[in-house]
């Protein structure tokens, strides 16, 4: 899971444990679509209330691969406001990268295998031309 995907969770954590009831579909899709092992759902179902199983698979997630966000997102059914909300938080993330990540380089500053130009006095930049994710910089 990457890192935008972590701070919508972490963000929306006790929503979340409100609103989602985890124990139906959700658990069920999940195992299904191998984001969460047998082990995961019986230690998830084992859990005293429905708060503590949305919590526990909330810890769990964030370590269960790339494809486990989007996951959760389809295995929110019957929580379609639910899904919405973390949709459009998603869409709204800003993911601060490291400083010390940085290369100052002739009016562009480079991260890994992207770089950001720096063009326009607004902090808010796009990360390349192959994505659309915002960062601050």
Same mark, same amino acid.
């Given at each position: 899971m990457d890192a935008r995907d972590k701070q919508v969770l972490r963000s929306h954590r006790l929503e979340l444990g409100a609103e989602v009831l985890v124990e139906g579909l959700v658990l069920q899709y999940l195992y299904q679509e191998g984001v969460l092992t047998e082990n995961? $759902?019986?230690?998830?179902? &084992?859990?005293? @209330?429905? #708060?503590?199983? !949305?919590?526990l698979l909330l810890d769990i997630l964030p370590s269960r691969g790339p494809k486990a966000f989007d996951a959760f997102l389809d295995s929110l059914q019957e929580f379609p406001w639910v899904r919405?909300?973390?949709?459009?938080?998603?869409?709204?993330?800003? $993911?601060?990268?490291?400083? &010390?990540?940085? @290369?100052? #380089?002739?009016? !562009?500053?480079?991260?890994?295998?992207?770089?950001?130009?720096?063009?326009?006095?607004s902090p808010f930049k796009k990360c390349c031309v192959s994505c659309s994710f915002p960062i601050q910089i």
């Open positions: 995961h $759902v019986q230690e998830i179902k &084992a859990q005293a @209330t429905g #708060l503590r199983k !949305t919590m919405e909300k973390l949709e459009k938080a998603r869409e709204e993330a800003v $993911v601060e990268l490291p400083a &010390a990540k940085y @290369t100052a #380089l002739s009016g !562009t500053r480079k991260w890994g295998l992207r770089t950001v130009v720096n063009v326009a006095s």
